[in-house]
């Protein structure tokens, strides 16, 4: 074995730490600090196949990652609490192994891209296996993408809404979380999960939002499924007792106009209802309230309602 001492690599705005073993290197380190980090595939004409534990834990400035080619192990926390990562991009194959929580912490990411399968579909579920569903075992590199993955994926979200959303307040409590700051801001007493209210609330979101996510991209989504996750969407929507679809629909995914199609394929609401979700959303939903409009459930009725809602 050929172990060579620490030397450094310029990426960008950042100078990476690394070393070579054998034929292969890893990244050990940096130093510095930019929204985007792009590790090169080869350094000294051998493989970056390695990331060390907790290399970019805390790298709050970083937005957007790109990972090397032959990248076949990521170890524990590595971006763990990058809170402004959103983007993360493997231009090979997801490693086939990883420590413990590589992204745990990283509160804002949207899409994980695994380059070599070409599928949409995972890499925005992937990414909500780190936002919202507690699944680290879908994290295995070996399986994701293939339709035992999906399978899996839809085990784990189906046995998240039959939990209670209260379930793991307790636990969060007794381990400080309450005292937790989620913006990255600093420690805030009693921010989002401090009070049960709030932390019950975000747990309906959380599984909203994860059905609507799986009936947009629906891939290898069986028609048992689809109804269930349909149903519960139906009856946290507008109007419910409990309108987590509706919060996570506003709130959550905004303007994004195919999640509020999915929503009104699934609600299909009457007339009332729909004025109602109208009444309801702000000035930041413009566009979204723009495409609602379009659809009203009767297309040809002309009253004032509607003329007070022109944009």
């Known amino acids: 074995m050929i172990l060579s001492s ?13 070393e070579v073993t054998g034929d292969e290197v890893s990244i050990t380190g940096f130093e510095g600090s ?32 790109s990972l090397p080619e032959k990248l076949s192990f990521v170890d524990d926390w590595a971006f763990s609490q990058c809170i402004h990562l959103t983007n993360v991009e493997f231009r090979g194959f997801f490693p086939s192994k990883t420590g413990r929580g590589i992204f745990e912490g990283c509160e804002r990411i ?9 599928d949409d579909d995972v890499s925005f579920l992937l990414a909500a296996v780190v936002k919202r569903l507690s699944a680290q ?22 046995s998240f809404l039959l939990q209670s959303d209260f379930e793991g307040y307790s636990d969060r409590a007794l381990c400080g979380e309450e005292d937790i700051s989620y913006d990255g801001i600093g420690s805030v007493d009693g921010e989002l999960l401090g009070e049960n209210a709030a932390y019950v ?16 991209h629906d891939k290898y989504l069986s028609d ?14 507008k109007g419910a007792t409990n309108e987590a679809a509706w919060f996570a629909l506003k709130e959550d995914l905004k303007n994004d106009t195919e999640y509020f ?13 729909f004025n109602s979700m109208l009444l309801d ?18 297309k040809n009725k002309t009253d004032a309602f509607f003329d007070d809602l022109i944009l």
């Not at 493989?47 to 970083?62: Q, Y």
């Not at 609330?201 to 947009?216: A, D, E, Y």
């Open 34 to 65: 930019d929204a985007k980090l792009s590790i090169p595939d080869y350094i000294e004409d051998h493989p970056v196949t390695s990331i060390a534990k907790k290399v970019f834990l805390g790298l709050k400035g970083l937005k957007k990652v």
């Open 201 to 216: 609330r975000q747990v309906g979101k959380n599984k909203s939002f994860l059905c609507l996510l799986r009936l947009r």
């Open 281 to 298: 959303m702000g000035e930041e939903l413009a566009t979204a309230k723009a495409y609602l409009i379009s659809l009203r459930p009767e």
């Open 137 to 158: 075992y879908l994290m295995d590199g070996s399986e994701i993408g293939s339709e035992d993955w999906y399978g899996k994926w839809d085990l784990a979200l189906t």
């Open 224 to 237: 048992k499924t689809k109804e269930v996750l349909k149903s519960y969407i139906i009856k946290h929507s």
């Open 6 to 18: 620490m030397q450094e690599y310029i990426c960008g705005s950042i100078k990476l730490l690394y």
């Open 110 to 118: 949207e899409n994980i891209a695994i380059k070599e399968l070409m």
């Open 261 to 273: 199609k999915v929503y009104m394929d699934v609600v299909n609401p009457d007339m009332d209802m």
